[in-house]
């Protein structure tokens, strides 16, 4: 990798990504061969949100790769609780680490922290911002499900507030993928993220209703309105399970529709679909452990 740190999806090339997927695929196919390969090594976990998946999942590509890790734990029981600032956090934890992986309700803080350490940071999450290693397993996904060119894929739900739909849609402007938005009005894409894809050359296909291109996706993203990050309770409740699907749904769809979701999932995919072949949403969680392997030993790798 020819990256210090990782924070958005709009700074990975086609080829720096493939590097991940491909490193990723060579680690699924023998873990054993990579068991000791960074022993000794620490990774800092500084979340300052709540997380199961991004947190467990480095934790676990960590120890397959012989190191461990050193955790910050819930910010009521830190530093941060006494009036430390993240700049003087992350310059403190940087001593403790090799490499650190930060989630922040902020967006723009992974940035910021970055230019603070030495050290390869991680962003984790940048509250409404991006969410880099998320999109890496997301695409590995998409590669082994249905490939990433001559890809079309609807990504549903909040996609003003989610940050795994800005850093995916970014992503995807490096293969030859059809995106189509499905939203209501109140969460479409932010303008930001709208003229981002535009300069990169994406047409952004917008639609308040999946059913009209639902039977030509190959791919379904799914995601959950996220209460936490809505200023105003009002404004969610307008639009809370506004967009689920169920098995019944998706008899429109491809035989070879993929249904991906970056969970936790509330109400949006019934648990009917569990166990139909379009689901990946648990085996994309799965990935999560050998992509951010791949990205760890590509990063620790380059920092030798």
Do not use: C, W
């Not at 003087?88 to 910021?112: I, N």
């Not at 930001?192 to 030509?216: C, K, N, Q």
């Not at 809370?240 to 169920?246: K, R």
Request: charged share 25%; glycine share 6%; net charge negative.
């Amino acid at each position: 990798m020819r990256h210090d740190h990782i924070i958005s999806a709009k700074q990975l090339s086609r080829g720096d990504i493939e590097e991940v997927l491909d490193h990723a695929a060579e680690i699924a196919a023998d873990p054993e061969a990579y068991t000791d390969r960074h022993a000794g090594t620490l990774l800092g976990l500084l979340f300052f949100e709540p997380s199961t998946r991004t947190k467990m999942s480095f934790s676990a590509a960590i120890k397959r790769l012989g190191g461990d890790i050193v955790d910050m734990g819930p910010v009521e029981y830190s530093s941060v609780k006494k009036g430390e600032s993240l700049a003087d956090t992350v310059r403190v934890v940087e001593g403790y680490a090799d490499a650190l992986v930060m989630r922040h309700p902020s967006e723009g803080s992974a940035q910021m922290a970055a230019e603070f350490v030495d050290v390869p940071l991680l962003n984790g999450g940048d509250g409404a911002g991006q969410h880099p290693t998320q999109t890496l397993l997301d695409l590995y996904t998409i590669r082994e499900n249905a490939g990433l060119d001559d890809l079309t894929i609807g990504i549903m739900g909040d996609l003003k507030y989610g940050r795994t739909v800005h850093s995916l849609s970014h992503a995807l402007t490096n293969f030859d993928a059809h995106q189509h938005f499905i939203s209501p009005e109140s969460l479409q894409l932010p303008r930001s993220v709208r003229y981002d894809l535009h300069e990169e050359g994406a047409t952004i296909r917008e639609h308040t209703d999946l059913e009209e291109i639902l039977p030509s996706l190959d791919v379904l993203y799914v995601t959950r309105i996220q209460q936490e990050r809505f200023p105003d309770e009002n404004e969610y409740r307008e639009v809370a399970g506004e967009y689920q699907i169920d098995a019944a749904t998706l008899e429109a769809a491809s035989d070879d529709l993929t249904v991906m979701h970056p969970l936790p999932r509330v109400d949006e995919i019934d648990h009917d679909i569990d166990d139909t072949d379009h689901a990946t949403f648990f085996e994309q969680a799965h990935n999560g452990v050998p992509v951010r392997m791949a990205l760890l030993d590509l990063l620790l790798e380059g920092q030798r």
